[in-house]
């Protein structure tokens, strides 16, 4: 089954052809980041008019690349939310006049199982069951999975999720957008242990976690230290390098805490914050130390991209085939209403 995937949730155009014998056959990808960059984040109507634009395009493009026509396809998977009304309108009217042209089955996706199962995208690829650690936008979540839409919610944020915290302490140290990798790159040239921040709810007896806290306390440093020539490019550093270890210690431990209480011996992590090199490497070390094994998916598959969407478009459209080409989308959508009762 060859699957065309259209991601439009936010501020990147993704397309992608997903085949489930040859795997994935083309994907392309187009960032609005430097069109937003002067707003210090996205305006959502301005989202909305570039994906017009892109979608198309793009689609011919990744065709091309994949040797096929449009009546080569046998489906077509969309993001139907979370995200921008807007934005992932623009991606549920073109996947199903599409479709409704071809007479080929069109599925809505949800945006978060993308990430969720983006690590079946690489070579080795983990098997069921598993841990996922979600560390996407505005989420940070544990799940247990099972497999394709059996998923248990572990343990998810209370507050700030650890991707919203990156941008929010990243705008405090004056840090240009996107934030999140801004401050990474900042964080390269602090000194361990220069700045002292909390981790909070690291000792908790739960999955449960909060960032909200933590960026205070980056707020609070930086009123504090800063003098009439602000903070100097050292001190910046050292906040920056002291946020990311109290953020990726905390993120580890819970996810280690989840094997833990699940008995399960693999790990995936997905979603933006699954990018950060500190992250990966302390739990490639942690798995190593403890034994288990730990996935995460290509880095351009860390972010929003349509090979995620094509993924689970073909994975669910051969669980059943939609009947019509009605639509909506889902601006507001917990991943955790697509859980599936585990049987007793």
């Known amino acids: 089954m060859r699957v065309l995937g259209i991601e439009s949730s936010c501020d990147e155009t993704g397309l992608a052809i997903y085949d489930t014998r040859g795997g994935l056959l083309a994907h392309a990808l187009h960032s609005q980041v430097t069109m937003h960059e002067a707003y210090g984040g996205v305006v959502p109507e301005l989202a909305s008019r570039d994906h017009v634009r892109r979608v198309v395009p793009l689609a011919r493009r ?74 996407s936008g505005g989420h940070s979540q544990l799940f247990e999975v099972a497999g394709v839409g059996r998923y248990r919610l572990l343990g998810d944020t209370l507050d700030d999720a650890a991707g919203e915290a990156f941008d929010k302490t990243a705008k405090l140290l004056g840090l240009p957008y996107p934030g999140g990798p801004a401050l990474a790159r900042l964080a390269g040239d602090g000194r361990s242990g220069a700045a002292k921040l909390p981790r909070p709810m690291l000792e908790s007896r739960d999955l449960d976690m909060s960032f909200s806290g933590l ?43 989840a094997l833990r209480a ?30 288990v094994e730990v996935f995460f998916p290509e880095l351009e598959f860390c972010t929003d991209n349509g090979a995620m969407i094509a993924l689970v478009g073909a994975l669910r459209l051969a669980q059943s085939v939609p009947a019509d080409y009605a639509f909506s989308v889902r601006p507001r959508w917990e991943l955790a209403s697509l859980e599936i009762p585990h049987a007793p």
């Open 62 to 135: 990744v065709l091309a690349e994949a040797g096929l026509n449009f009546a080569d396809l046998d489906g077509i998977a969309y993001t139907q939310g979370p995200g921008l009304a807007g934005a992932l309108l623009v991606g549920a009217s073109v996947a199903n006049g599409l479709g409704f042209a071809l007479g080929k089955p069109v599925v809505g996706v949800h945006h978060l199982e993308g990430h969720l199962l983006s690590p079946l995208l690489s070579d080795p690829a983990p098997g069921f069951p598993f841990v996922a650690l979600l560390v």
């Open 215 to 257: 960026k205070t306390a980056v707020l609070t440093l930086v009123r504090r230290e800063t003098g009439p020539d602000g903070l100097s490019a050292q001190r910046r550093a050292d906040i920056a390098c002291e946020f990311q270890h109290a953020v990726v210690d905390v993120l580890v431990a819970k996810a280690l805490a």
């Open 262 to 291: 699940t008995g399960l011996s693999r790990l995936v992590v997905a979603g933006g914050v699954g990018a950060n090199r500190e992250l990966r490497a302390r739990l490639a070390a942690a798995a190593a130390e403890r034994r």
